[in-house]
């Protein structure tokens, strides 16, 4: 990275370092970070490359060489650039998980398929329609289900052992459908006909339009704006970084994604000023980084100057674009819910059974909660606990959505989640919403905010520095945010008694290195990646204490990382001899990973699973199943 900071400087104009994208390599490799040094004209460069390798989507990730190299020796070379290659790409289809308590499946699909031809369709109270649009938060999906053209597919999902169950899609099914129309069907798994996939497309090659010698109107967003994009969002405006001088409201823009850089301070950072001037040269932000990960283009929905001056609202729409997914954001609100398959599978291992007493350790926002509520018919006790306080605000919304009754949500660190106090019977504590904070000034006339300090001590007043402050007015102004919720009430949890669930899920926060589309992994070092695993092991412990004997946990990621993994298995086995692995329903991942790895010169050997654990596990099957799942039962 230095090396290329260096090829790039101003000292030696005509040397030009370029990272090889999968472009000019041809086929996908695992180099990542593999480099080659040109020597060309500066101004001559973009003449020599073919238009359509600059405005295409052929991104390669990079990742910290260390990790790159434990990844290989987890996977081989060839599954990780598969792996690797497929984290680029967004999902082939949209998956919906039905609320069986007050919709079906067969209903769903004819609301679904009016939505998707334009027809108004009551939903509870609601009317939903096509182009329904309300830009509230940063970078997130808008409610419009447009993009969902009727094109040929290529789907980002494949199946090299072809095990996938029926009615799932396949790279080959989608490459040999060519003209097949949008679909909804249902997962052919047994038991799972309440989840429905939604068929989107991709990638597409798009006519940028460019004409040699005259730059293009475009737009640089940040690279986490790029994957909302990907996934189906418009260009919220703090999403933009940079766009070309004479951008007016109307005008047709390419859109193209800048990467983090490593930062003198050891952070990451673009390299440049939001709301620098694109001028179509080298000297742009980024340019020679930007080949191959153009995702599409859309119009302007304010000049250039707005865009800048604007706290928030949608930038660009995107009118074209390298991936049409349908998003499917805020419609149905209650009787569906968008979630990925695997989250879904999650809940049906955990197999909570009507008037039982579960756990969801790490809650938030709701997902894999309110799918084992309706598993249990709204029957019993689904505790969720998070650590966030708005967090636990949007698990109670989603299951108010949802009309699920069994579910109660507290704010609650999850290190401490058994009671210390022996016999506690799960005390709480009222608090108030931090988000409906009223301005007010202190005795001493200072300007602040009073805030809940959530714990006994809850009530005083902690008066904030004035960044805090300005934080606090600029949420005020531009509304909630993404994860956001307005007003409403949280209860503390002390935590729990000894042995009181009958099943836990612990869905731990994570590297979340199987999430896609995700265009940069750099940030993660062996370190960092250990001290996950380190915290995720703590979280387990407590599990183990709040599950009573003949319990189930269940332990799930979403990361590629055997560390976050089989390591945790390994420990759980090792370190509590009364747990075994139990089987698991359904079942559509592949094998865990058996043996050990050395890391940090061999000074640290990291344990997998042991032959005949494997099968117990199900874990990523190259690209398919993006998480990590185990289910232990305690014995005694
Ligand atoms: C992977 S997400 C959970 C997703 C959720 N299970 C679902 O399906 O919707 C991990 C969650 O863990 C929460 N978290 C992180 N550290 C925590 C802690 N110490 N105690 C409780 N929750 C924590 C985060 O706030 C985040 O919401």
Redesign the pocket.
């Known amino acids: 990275m230095n090396e290329k900071r260096k090829g790039l400087s101003a000292q030696n104009p005509k040397k030009i370092l370029l990272q090889l994208s999968n472009t000019l390599q041809g086929s996908s490799s695992s180099s990542a970070s593999s480099s080659i040094l040109y020597r060309t004209d500066s101004f001559s460069f973009l003449q020599m490359r073919r238009s359509s390798d600059r405005y295409s989507y052929k991104p390669t990730l990079q990742w910290n060489p260390q990790v790159e190299d434990y990844f290989i020796k987890a996977y081989g070379a060839d599954h990780f650039s598969r792996i690797s290659q497929s984290l680029t790409r967004p999902s082939c289809y949209s998956c919906i998980r039905v609320n069986t308590l007050k919709s079906t499946s067969d209903g769903i699909i004819e609301k679904l398929t009016a939505i998707l031809q334009g027809k108004t369709v009551k939903s509870g109270s609601d009317c939903t329609s096509v182009g329904e649009s309300d830009a509230t938060a940063e970078v997130g999906p808008s409610k419009k289900l447009g993009n969902f053209q009727e094109e040929p597919s290529l789907d980002s999902v494949s199946d090299p052992n072809g095990t996938l169950p029926m009615g799932l899609l396949r790279d080959e099914d989608a490459l040999n459908e060519k003209s097949q129309s949008a679909s909804i069907s249902k997962c052919q798994l047994p038991g799972l006909d309440h989840v429905l996939f939604v068929k989107g497309s991709g990638p597409h090659t798009i006519e940028y339009g460019d004409v040699p010698n005259q730059p293009l109107k475009e737009v640089i967003v940040s690279r986490k704006c790029a994957e909302a994009v990907l996934r189906g969002a418009q260009v919220f405006v703090p999403g933009v970084l940079a766009c070309s001088s004479h951008v007016e409201k109307g005008d047709t823009v390419a859109v193209s994604v800048a990467v983090e850089k490593p930062s003198s301070d050891g952070g990451w950072n673009f390299g440049f000023t939001r709301g620098t001037v694109l001028q179509g040269l080298e000297t742009d932000p980024q340019f020679l980084e930007r080949n191959g990960v153009y995702i599409g283009q859309g119009n302007a929905m304010m000049s250039r100057a707005g865009i800048f001056r604007a706290s928030h609202g949608i930038a660009i729409e995107m009118t074209n674009r390298v991936f049409n997914l349908p998003s499917f954001h805020d419609v149905l609100e209650g009787e569906i819910f968008l979630?990925n398959l695997p989250?879904i599978i999650?809940a049906h291992v955990l197999d909570p059974q009507q008037g039982e007493r579960i756990l969801?350790?790490?809650?938030?926002?709701?997902?894999?909660?309110t799918a084992i509520a309706i598993l249990m018919r709204d029957k019993g006790e689904v505790v969720a606990?998070?650590?966030?306080h708005n967090?636990v605000m949007d698990i109670q919304k989603l299951a108010a959505e949802m009309g699920l009754n069994c579910i109660t949500a507290y704010r609650?660190?999850?290190?401490k989640a058994v009671a210390r106090v022996n016999g506690s019977a799960d005390p709480v504590i009222p608090t108030r919403d931090e988000d409906s904070l009223v301005v007010n000034v202190n005795d001493s006339g200072q300007l602040g905010f009073p805030v809940e300090v959530c714990d006994e001590k809850a009530n005083k007043n902690v008066y904030l520095s004035k960044a805090d402050i300005r934080k606090s007015m600029r949420r005020m102004r531009n509304g909630p945010g993404r994860n956001q919720s307005m007003g409403g009430r949280v209860e503390n949890s002390k935590g729990f008694s000894h042995d009181s669930f009958d099943r836990v899920?612990l869905?731990?926060?994570?590297s979340?290195l199987g999430l896609r589309p995700r265009l940069f992994s750099g940030e993660e070092t062996l370190d960092s990646l250990r001290n996950h695993g380190k915290?995720q092991k703590r979280?387990f412990d407590q599990a183990v204490q709040l599950v009573r004997p003949g319990g189930f946990i269940v332990y799930s990621t979403?990361t590629i990382n055997p560390g976050e993994n089989e390591a945790l298995v390994r420990y759980a086995l090792d370190t509590y001899k009364f747990l075994s692995l139990a089987p698991q329903h359904p079942r559509v991942g592949g094998p865990g990973l058996v043996g050990h790895c050395e890391l940090f010169d061999g000074k640290y050997v990291e344990e997998w699973l042991r032959h005949g654990e494997e099968e117990l596990v199900q874990r990523k099957n190259p690209d398919f199943l993006h998480n990590s799942l185990s289910r232990f039962c305690r014995k005694t």
């Open positions: 979630q989250s999650t969801d350790m790490c809650a938030a926002p709701g997902g894999k909660t606990v998070d650590r966030s967090k609650l660190d999850a290190l899920l869905d731990a926060p994570c979340a915290y979280m979403c």
